[in-house]
C-alpha cells in the first residue's frame, strides 16, 4: 500500500507506505519476524514469542478473547457417528485441560464448551468444571462414556476412523492427543490424515471424512448469531451435519425472546441438549497474541471482537514504510 501523495488533508498520510504478510498463526516464521524487527506489528503469533516481546524493551504483547472454536466434527451422516450415545462418549473423555496445556507454547486456549466460555451467556467456568467432560478427574466422566459405548453397540470399540487434520501445528498435535484419548478410553481407532487448508474445507463440506479438527469463527458472542451458523440445521459452518430438532426449536425461541432472563433459560436448555446429543467436539477457545514496536502508534485491535486484523489502522510517529504480519 502506498502513500497518497495528493492526499487533500496537509501532513497525511504519515506513512510512506505498508506491506502486508500473510503468514500461518501461531508459527515459527512470525515469531522470528517480529523479534528481529523484520517486521514492525504481529498479530496472532505464539506464547513463546509474546513472552519474549514483554521482556524486549520497545516492544509492547498483549493478549485478548478470540471468536475462535477450536473442535472436532463428527459426520452424522456416518451410521456409527449419527448415534448421540457416542458422541457423547466422546465427547465425555476427552481431557480438555491437558489439550490446552498440549499447545500451551504453540498457541494461547481456554477450557470452554459449546457456548463462548468469556460471554455473559456461559456457564460459569467454576460450574462447567464440575461438569462430566470437564472435571479435572476423568473416572466419572470415562466410566459414563463405556456404559454410554456399550448401550450404543459398541462395547469393544470402533476402528477404522477417518481424521481429517488440517495442516496447522496446533491441529497436528490435538489430533495425536485425541487420538491416544479415544483409544485409551473407548477403544476408538482413528487413522489420521492431514490436508492443507482447501482440502479440508472441500472434503468437511461434502462430508468425506468421519472425524474433522479444524477451528470456526463468528462475528458476534451472542447465541442467535453461530448457534445457527455452527449447530443450525444447514448452518454454514455445521460441518457435522448435525440436525436435533429440540435444538432447532429452542434456537427460534432464543432468536425472537426479549426477556433477558427468559432468554438465558432457553439458552441453557439448548446448551443441555448439546451437552446430550454433541454437534462436535469443544477441544479449546482461542485467545490471541498482538505484538508490535512501540514506534507503532494507534494500535486498538484488542477493543473489537472479532477474527481481524487492525493494520488500517496503523499509524507511526516516524515516516518510514511499516511491514505488518497477520
Not at 485478548?64 to 466434527?73: E, F, G, L, M, R
Not at 485491535?301 to 514504510?321: P, V
Amino acid at each position: 500500500m502506498e502513500k497518497n501523495k495528493d492526499y487533500w488533508n496537509k501532513g497525511l498520510p504519515y506513512l510512506e507506505g505498508i506491506e502486508m504478510y500473510h503468514v500461518l498463526p501461531f508459527s515459527p516464521e512470525m515469531g522470528s519476524a517480529i523479534l528481529s524487527n523484520r517486521v514492525d506489528y504481529v498479530r496472532i503469533t505464539d506464547p513463546v514469542t509474546a513472552r519474549k516481546a514483554k521482556a524486549t524493551a520497545g516492544i509492547t504483547a498483549v493478549d485478548h478473547y478470540q471468536s475462535v472454536i477450536q473442535a472436532t466434527w463428527m459426520n452424522n451422516k456416518r451410521q456409527t457417528l449419527s448415534d448421540p450415545r457416542v458422541r457423547r462418549a466422546m465427547h465425555l473423555v476427552l481431557d480438555k485441560p491437558a489439550l490446552v496445556d498440549v499447545v500451551k507454547d504453540v498457541a494461547p486456549m481456554m477450557v470452554g464448551g459449546f457456548i463462548y466460555p468469556f460471554s455473559e451467556f456461559a456457564t460459569p467456568k467454576e460450574e462447567l468444571s464440575k461438569r462430566l467432560g470437564y472435571q479435572a478427574d476423568q473416572t466419572a466422566s470415562i466410566k459414563e462414556a463405556r456404559a454410554l459405548m456399550a448401550a450404543a453397540g459398541h462395547p469393544d470399540g470402533i476402528k477404522g476412523l477417518d481424521y481429517m487434520v488440517r495442516e496447522i501445528a496446533t491441529f497436528k498435535l490435538w489430533s495425536q492427543a485425541i487420538q491416544a484419548m479415544l483409544k485409551e478410553a473407548l477403544n476408538i481407532e482413528c487413522n489420521l490424515r492431514t490436508v492443507v487448508e482447501s482440502v479440508w474445507f472441500d472434503d468437511a463440506a461434502s462430508g468425506n471424512f468421519d472425524l474433522a479438527i479444524g477451528a470456526i469463527v463468528s462475528t458476534l458472542l451472542d447465541p442467535s448469531d453461530y448457534f445457527n451458523a455452527w449447530y443450525g440445521k444447514g448452518g454454514p459452518q455445521n460441518y457435522s451435519f448435525w440436525d436435533n430438532k429440540e435444538f432447532q426449536a429452542l434456537t427460534a425461541q432464543i432468536d425472537v425472546e426479549l426477556d433477558s432472563e427468559k432468554r438465558q433459560d432457553l439458552i441453557r436448555k439448548a446448551e443441555a441438549i448439546m451437552e446430550q446429543d454433541p454437534p462436535l467436539l469443544p477441544i479449546s477457545w482461542e485467545k490471541i497474541n498482538e505484538v508490535w514496536y512501540n514506534y507503532v502508534k494507534g494500535i486498538t485491535a484488542a477493543d473489537y471482537f472479532a477474527f481481524t486484523t487492525s493494520s488500517g489502522r496503523i499509524r507511526s510517529g516516524s515516516t518510514r514504510r511499516r511491514h505488518l504480519c497477520a
